[in-house]
């Protein structure tokens, strides 16, 4: 067990009843990187901020961070508002923007942005990914969720990525990444409340969303799956490992019980049911699981026509981010998907779901029907796996094929003056007090550009129980 005991930083909050916006233009005019204006004010902090993103000079960041600190103003509860003061948005004037965003592999990916009317690049909106199906586009299925809307159409930022890839988790080939960087490249262009980010997708779409909603949890309030089935095969116990993911996002999946579509199985084998045959199995599951998904039939509809219950999308769509859950589950398959939440993997440990053992996968369930639940047992057993309890100031986690971890820790879990205890692995790691750091907070709110759920400390925890804290020189990758 480890027992540190860190110095905590304690400070006065004078806020002032003012604007804060009108306050901001006198601030910014006479305030930037080089001359900041004099503290004891709530702009000359967001204006201390801004100069923080603006260097990559370690010493410099060190200095505002102090200074802000010193501030009779500063407060850790109002950090997020002055995030979103700070950044610096370009205003757009034009109702869509089309962005090709770098996602590895000297490949862009095309996205399609619908800007509300009245877009103010000063206040943060929702925002709302669309997934096209099969065969059609970013700029038609675009459309298609504009009638969805209708008067609530200009409430949102909508996001369009078109012939996107990656939308299951059983692909063969090398792991992407696209999709959280096609996320904080929207995220980097115009300004998203990261508290009200949705998916909607359509038949392929629709397995798409399904995917990002449960590999990257943690990212939406909610989502919206049509004309589709869950996209993890059904063979052997795999929807039972992955649906934990979903126990914090509301799921609304809606389909025709007329589709005659095909389901494939593990990595496209041949199908065996169609898709409202393979509904009717999943729908019988849900009551089974602690996880708020709506399963709605609709009767007389195939593949297309598939329209959600207009009460039940006005329902997600209102929905907030749960930010920091007492329960955590996450199973995942690379390690680019292993954050949940508070708990994040850094590196894996034991065996991999790789290209070897995928094709193995694939010659097992192709030579014999029956040993699909005993093969897929292997598939589980390749994935990562974070479990984590918050109980009072106590964190309880389990990990599977993670080396080393991050714990993380925000106002809303902990009371900082208080000690913790840490259990990993069933061993007590730590057992302390653990310190707010601002820097640790803005290091990672520029990393994430999420500016709602903060991170003020994190505690590295490896393969052994060794622990050691995050701090701005020893950051997490």
Same mark, same amino acid.
């Given at each position: 067990?480890?027992?540190?005991?860190?110095?905590?930083?304690?400070?006065?909050?004078?806020v002032r009843p003012r604007s804060l916006r009108a306050a901001m233009v006198t601030a910014i005019a006479c305030g930037h990187a080089g001359a900041l204006p004099t503290s004891g004010d709530e702009p000359a902090i967001v204006v201390a901020i801004g100069a923080y993103f603006s260097t990559d000079d370690p010493d410099e960041r060190e200095t505002l961070v102090r200074r802000i600190e010193q501030d009779p103003e500063y407060d850790r509860t109002k950090v997020s508002e002055w995030l979103h003061a700070a950044s610096k948005f370009d205003p757009i004037k034009r109702s869509t923007l089309v962005m090709r965003i770098p996602i590895g592999h000297k490949k862009l990916r095309t996205v399609r942005l619908r800007l509300p009317k009245g877009y103010d690049a000063g206040r943060a909106w929702p925002l709302l990914m669309v997934y096209h199906g099969s065969?059609?586009?970013?700029?038609? %299925?675009?459309?298609?969720?504009?009638?969805?809307?209708?008067?609530?159409?200009?409430? %949102? @930022?909508?996001?369009? *990525?078109?012939?996107?890839? +990656?939308?299951i988790v059983d692909l063969p080939g090398p792991p992407s990444a696209e999709h959280p960087m096609v996320w904080r490249a929207i995220k980097k262009r115009v300004h998203v409340d990261s508290d009200r980010m949705y998916a909607l997708g359509y038949s392929l779409g629709g397995y798409a969303t399904w995917t990002y909603a449960t590999l990257y949890a943690?990212? %939406?309030?909610?989502? @919206?799956?049509?004309?589709?089935?869950?996209?993890?095969?059904?063979?052997?116990?795999?929807?039972?490992a992955m649906l934990p993911n979903l126990n914090h996002v509301p799921i609304l999946h809606v389909w025709g019980d007329q589709? *005659?579509?095909?389901? *494939?199985?593990?990595?496209?084998?041949?199908?065996? /049911?169609?898709i409202s045959q393979l509904n009717r199995r999943f729908t019988a599951l849900l009551p089974k699981i602690d996880a708020d998904v709506t399963s709605r039939m609709l009767p007389g509809i195939a593949h297309n026509g598939v329209v959600p219950p207009p009460d039940q999308l006005q329902r997600i769509l209102a929905k907030r981010r749960v930010r920091s859950p007492k329960r955590v589950e996450h199973t995942f398959r690379n390690l680019h998907q292993g954050q949940a939440y508070w708990l994040e993997a850094e590196t894996w440990l034991g065996d991999k779901w790789d290209e070897a053992f995928h094709q193995h996968v694939n010659d097992e369930l192709n030579?014999?029907?029956d040993s699909d639940d005993a093969v897929m047992q292997q598939v589980v057993e390749r994935m990562g796996h974070l479990a984590g309890s918050l109980k009072g100031q106590s964190i309880s986690v389990q990990r599977r094929h993670v080396g080393d971890l991050v714990v993380w820790f925000s106002n809303e /879990? @902990?009371?900082?003056?208080?000690?913790?205890?840490?259990?990993?692995?069933?061993? +007590?790691?730590?057992?302390?007090?653990? /310190? *707010?750091?601002?820097?640790?907070?803005l290091e990672q709110a520029g990393r994430s550009s999420d500016f709602e759920r903060l991170r003020w400390a994190g505690l590295r925890v490896n393969q052994d129980g060794r622990v050691q804290f995050i701090t701005y020189t020893n950051p997490s990758p």
């Amino acid at each position: 067990m480890n027992k540190i005991e860190p110095r905590l930083n304690t400070c006065r909050v004078f806020v002032r009843p003012r604007s804060l916006r009108a306050a901001m233009v006198t601030a910014i005019a006479c305030g930037h990187a080089g001359a900041l204006p004099t503290s004891g004010d709530e702009p000359a902090i967001v204006v201390a901020i801004g100069a923080y993103f603006s260097t990559d000079d370690p010493d410099e960041r060190e200095t505002l961070v102090r200074r802000i600190e010193q501030d009779p103003e500063y407060d850790r509860t109002k950090v997020s508002e002055w995030l979103h003061a700070a950044s610096k948005f370009d205003p757009i004037k034009r109702s869509t923007l089309v962005m090709r965003i770098p996602i590895g592999h000297k490949k862009l990916r095309t996205v399609r942005l619908r800007l509300p009317k009245g877009y103010d690049a000063g206040r943060a909106w929702p925002l709302l990914m669309v997934y096209h199906g099969s065969g059609g586009s970013a700029k038609n %299925f675009l459309r298609f969720v504009e009638r969805l809307l209708g008067p609530r159409v200009d409430e %949102f @930022i909508i996001a369009a *990525p078109h012939d996107y890839r +990656n939308t299951i988790v059983d692909l063969p080939g090398p792991p992407s990444a696209e999709h959280p960087m096609v996320w904080r490249a929207i995220k980097k262009r115009v300004h998203v409340d990261s508290d009200r980010m949705y998916a909607l997708g359509y038949s392929l779409g629709g397995y798409a969303t399904w995917t990002y909603a449960t590999l990257y949890a943690d990212r %939406f309030a909610g989502a @919206i799956a049509l004309a589709c089935t869950y996209s993890f095969p059904s063979e052997g116990q795999l929807w039972e490992a992955m649906l934990p993911n979903l126990n914090h996002v509301p799921i609304l999946h809606v389909w025709g019980d007329q589709d *005659p579509l095909p389901c *494939p199985g593990f990595g496209g084998r041949r199908a065996r /049911m169609t898709i409202s045959q393979l509904n009717r199995r999943f729908t019988a599951l849900l009551p089974k699981i602690d996880a708020d998904v709506t399963s709605r039939m609709l009767p007389g509809i195939a593949h297309n026509g598939v329209v959600p219950p207009p009460d039940q999308l006005q329902r997600i769509l209102a929905k907030r981010r749960v930010r920091s859950p007492k329960r955590v589950e996450h199973t995942f398959r690379n390690l680019h998907q292993g954050q949940a939440y508070w708990l994040e993997a850094e590196t894996w440990l034991g065996d991999k779901w790789d290209e070897a053992f995928h094709q193995h996968v694939n010659d097992e369930l192709n030579a014999d029907d029956d040993s699909d639940d005993a093969v897929m047992q292997q598939v589980v057993e390749r994935m990562g796996h974070l479990a984590g309890s918050l109980k009072g100031q106590s964190i309880s986690v389990q990990r599977r094929h993670v080396g080393d971890l991050v714990v993380w820790f925000s106002n809303e /879990m @902990i009371d900082w003056t208080k000690p913790i205890k840490v259990v990993v692995d069933d061993a +007590n790691v730590f057992e302390g007090r653990i /310190m *707010p750091s601002l820097h640790v907070c803005l290091e990672q709110a520029g990393r994430s550009s999420d500016f709602e759920r903060l991170r003020w400390a994190g505690l590295r925890v490896n393969q052994d129980g060794r622990v050691q804290f995050i701090t701005y020189t020893n950051p997490s990758p």
